[in-house]
């Protein structure tokens, strides 16, 4: 065992012996071999944010090795909403380094994120993954750069009421058993996802807690580490599916829905994010504080905030969840450890740092300087998001933060070190941008900000008309005024859009 994989949880590489980025066509193949894997899945993601999957029978050594070469034809138009069906056939390429063994099939299995390619062989150029790939090229080639990211994936595990033990209402933070119900579901999913490849920081149950009837809804929490943001994506939308499959393993329903009632916390997608070079990262400077970099990036991340929202917020729900005093932001400004913001500056390690020699007087020693973990963490996006979309209109936002001309001044303006629902900061307040408040108003940002989204050839002018258009079909501009005093209709919109994402 080497470094990359001693106690790593992937099967894979412990057997292979290698990182997962290393893997070969030949790798597969000989685990394949010596695991007695009977069935291949080809899984990719469609429009609504879903893995899709295809099934292989292997039948030879010669069989397996074609289908890993040269993969296999999807129907496009019944994946993706903005291709016609006169010319719909896809390649389906594997992508090797994201193997893993399938944690549910009963036959030995193993599963392949692929990408999406045209009849001439070319990436397809609309396809999500193929367009964070290219806006994560491009910042590394106009800025030197690569982005990390990690994503904080909420979600809400509805069962039967228990009698014992209720935890206390919108309490659940960190609750434990046997208050907190469904701890050993979470862990289960997280040995899972970790196993898949999933690079976990750590779960925990969140605030949210509530019994409607005989159901009762608790919230959960599972973070992930800082990885390429390419690598991020691949890793959430596994995630998603693996939880989605334990709880009907479980007969339980699991929802990242934003909102699923009125006056309950709802569930975000928050996205951390640092900007690397050579393994190091550059968001602080040697003494800790925040670099320059950093905060030409949180720059750009607010510029363009309000199109963001057309791939981090796609459902009119995700607009009940973004209103004042619910942890959730509204203004567009950042700020250090501060929750109502939209771009918030978590601790990072780097103040005084001899911490466990202070709870461990027995041993000195232990702790040192730390200065690779500061991230910044945007606030705003929900479990309804376009996962690959998302992070690449985050890549496009870092990038355009850097070559900003006023990215420093502007940093400085949106800077805000207080609550800012608090009374004495009403002028504050007034003073902020805010983020659309509706599906409608998210398409329009999108088409008043999309020349920076275009730029440099990174998203098509279709794939951008298409997604405007799919949140102005809601026409949903008064629709939480509207549905202040109808929990009924209220309710009807939030089970259409229950299992979003």
């Known amino acids: 065992m080497n470094q990359f994989t001693e106690m790593n949880p992937n099967p894979l590489v412990q057997y292979l012996n290698k990182p997962s980025s290393e893997f070969t066509k030949a790798d597969i193949i000989r685990y394949a071999e010596d695991h007695d894997i009977a069935m291949i899945n080809f899984r990719y993601c469609g429009w609504d944010g879903r893995l899709k999957t295809l099934n292989f029978v292997i039948n030879s050594k010669q069989h397996l090795d074609s289908i890993l070469s040269y993969g296999e034809r999807v129907d496009g138009s019944s994946l993706f909403s903005f291709i016609e069906a006169g010319s719909s056939d896809l390649y389906v390429i594997p992508r090797y380094k994201t193997a893993f063994r399938n944690p549910f099939s009963e036959v030995p299995t193993l599963d392949i994120l692929c990408s999406y390619y045209n009849k001439d062989g070319e990436p397809l150029a609309s396809s999500p993954e ?76 969140e605030v949210g807690n509530f019994i409607v009837g005989d159901l009762e809804y608790e ?23 693996i939880l989605r499959t334990l709880a009907h393993k479980h ?3 699991v929802t990242f829905a934003p909102k699923i009632t009125t006056g309950k916390a709802g569930s975000g997608m928050h996205v951390h994010s640092r900007l690397m070079k050579n393994g190091v990262n550059l968001m602080t400077k ?52 501060n929750r109502s913001v939209l771009v918030r500056v978590p601790l990072g390690w780097t103040g005084k740092l001899n911490m466990a020699d202070d709870a461990n007087p027995q041993q000195t020693g232990i702790s040192t300087q730390d200065l690779n973990r500061q991230t910044v963490e945007l606030r705003s996006p929900d479990g309804s998001a376009d996962i690959y979309m998302l992070m690449a209109g985050i890549a ?106």
């Open 251 to 253: 007969g339980v329903t």
């Open 130 to 205: 193929y367009i964070l790939k290219k806006a994560h090229q491009t910042l590394t080639e106009r800025t030197g750069y690569t982005l990390d990211a990690m994503g904080e994936l909420e979600y809400y595990i509805i069962s039967q009421k228990g009698e014992l033990f209720q935890a206390t209402d919108q309490r659940g933070y960190h609750e434990a058993e046997p208050f907190s119900k469904w701890g050993n579901f979470r862990r289960e999913a997280m040995v899972a996802i970790a196993e898949a490849g999933g690079l976990i920081k750590y779960g925990h149950s």
């Open 396 to 501: 496009v936002a870092a990038r355009h933060g850097l070559e900003m001309k006023n990215a420093l001044n502007y940093a400085q303006r949106t800077y805000v070190d207080v609550n800012i629902f608090n009374d004495e900061n009403k002028k504050r307040l007034s003073e902020l941008n805010h983020l659309p408040a509706s599906c409608w108003e998210s398409g329009n940002a999108l088409e008043k900000q999309k020349e920076h989204y275009l730029k440099y050839g990174i998203f098509t002018e279709g794939t951008l008309k298409g997604i405007v258009q799919y949140h102005k079909q809601f026409n949903d501009q008064n629709l939480r005024e509207e549905l202040k005093d109808k929990p009924d209709e209220l309710l009807k919109l939030v089970q259409k859009f229950f299992h979003c994402g």
């Open 286 to 337: 040697k003494n800790g504080e925040l670099s320059d970099l950093a905060k030409k990036v949180i720059a750009g991340y607010l510029d363009l905030a309000p199109s963001l929202t057309a791939f981090g917020n796609l459902n009119p729900m995700s607009y009940f969840r973004l209103v004042p005093h619910q942890e959730a932001p509204t203004n567009i400004c950042w700020g250090d450890r």
């Open 219 to 241: 919230q959960n929490e599972i973070e992930f580490a800082p990885t390429n943001i390419e690598d991020a994506a691949d890793q959430l939308l596994i995630a998603k599916w």
